[in-house]
C-alpha cells in the first residue's frame, strides 16, 4: 500500500490544512519577536517589574534572532529561497496541489519572519524600552495581522477556485 493512499493530500478541501493555516496565524499574530502581546502590554500598562521582565525578554529574543543570522543567515536565505521558487513552480506551473499550499503557507510567514528580523535590529539598537519601542512592537503586530488577513483571504479564494474547479472540470485543470 503506497503511502499516498493512505495520507490524502489534497489541501485545499483538507480541514487539516485550514486548521494549520488559523494555528499558524494565530501563533504569528500572538507573538513578536518571540514575546507574547499580552506581555508587552502589560508591561506597558504597569512598568515596574513588568517591564524589566519584558526589557530582559526582548534582548534574548533580539539576541537569538541576530545569532542564527550570523551563523547561518545566508544558508537559510538561500535555501528558504530556492524552496520558495521551488514550491511556486511546482505548485503554479506544473499545478501540484500540495506545492501550492505550501507555498501560500510559506511566503508570507517568510515576510512575517523577515520583519522580525528588522524588529530585532531595533531592539538591539536601542538602551532600553521606550515609547517609540512600543510603538514599533504594536505596528509590528499591527502589519502581521494584516498580513495574516490577506493570506487567509487569499489562501481561501485560491482554494474555493481550486475546489470549484476541479469539481466542473473533473479534476483535469
Same mark, same amino acid.
Given at each position: 500500500?503506497?503511502?499516498? *493512499? $493512505?495520507?490524502?493530500?489534497?489541501?485545499?478541501?483538507?480541514?487539516?490544512?485550514? =486548521?494549520?493555516?488559523?494555528?499558524?496565524?494565530?501563533?504569528?499574530? !500572538?507573538? $513578536? =519577536?518571540?514575546?507574547?502581546?499580552?506581555?508587552?502590554?502589560?508591561?506597558?500598562?504597569?512598568?515596574?517589574?513588568? *517591564?524589566?521582565?519584558?526589557?530582559?525578554?526582548?534582548?534574548?529574543?533580539?539576541?537569538?534572532?541576530?545569532? $542564527?543570522?550570523?551563523?547561518?543567515?545566508?544558508?537559510?536565505?538561500?535555501?528558504?529561497?530556492?524552496?520558495?521558487?521551488?514550491?511556486?513552480?511546482?505548485?503554479?506551473?506544473?499545478?501540484? *496541489?500540495?506545492?501550492?499550499? =505550501?507555498?501560500?503557507?510559506?511566503?508570507?510567514?517568510?515576510?512575517?519572519? @523577515?520583519?522580525?528580523?528588522?524588529?530585532?535590529?531595533?531592539?538591539?539598537?536601542?538602551?532600553?524600552?521606550?515609547?517609540?519601542? !512600543?510603538?514599533?512592537?504594536?505596528?509590528?503586530?499591527?502589519? @502581521?495581522?494584516?498580513?495574516?488577513?490577506?493570506? =487567509?483571504?487569499? @489562501?481561501?479564494?485560491?482554494?474555493? !477556485?481550486?475546489?470549484?474547479?476541479?469539481?466542473?472540470?473533473?479534476? @483535469?485543470?
Amino acid at each position: 500500500m503506497a503511502a499516498f *493512499e $493512505v495520507i490524502d493530500i489534497r489541501s485545499f478541501s483538507n480541514l487539516w490544512f485550514w =486548521i494549520v493555516l488559523a494555528v499558524m496565524w494565530s501563533s504569528a499574530s !500572538y507573538r $513578536v =519577536i518571540g514575546i507574547p502581546y499580552d506581555m508587552i502590554q502589560n508591561a506597558r500598562r504597569h512598568g515596574g517589574q513588568a *517591564e524589566r521582565d519584558l526589557e530582559a525578554l526582548m534582548r534574548i529574543n533580539a539576541q537569538r534572532f541576530f545569532d $542564527v543570522r550570523s551563523r547561518s543567515g545566508l544558508l537559510v536565505i538561500g535555501l528558504g529561497c530556492a524552496s520558495l521558487s521551488s514550491l511556486g513552480l511546482l505548485g503554479f506551473s506544473y499545478r501540484i *496541489e500540495l506545492a501550492q499550499a =505550501i507555498f501560500l503557507l510559506a511566503l508570507p510567514i517568510s515576510l512575517i519572519a @523577515t520583519m522580525s528580523l528588522r524588529t530585532a535590529a531595533a531592539v538591539r539598537a536601542c538602551d532600553g524600552i521606550s515609547d517609540d519601542l !512600543y510603538r514599533r512592537f504594536g505596528r509590528h503586530r499591527g502589519m @502581521t495581522q494584516l498580513m495574516a488577513v490577506a493570506s =487567509i483571504f487569499v @489562501t481561501a479564494t485560491w482554494g474555493m !477556485y481550486h475546489n470549484i474547479s476541479h469539481a466542473i472540470l473533473g479534476g @483535469t485543470n
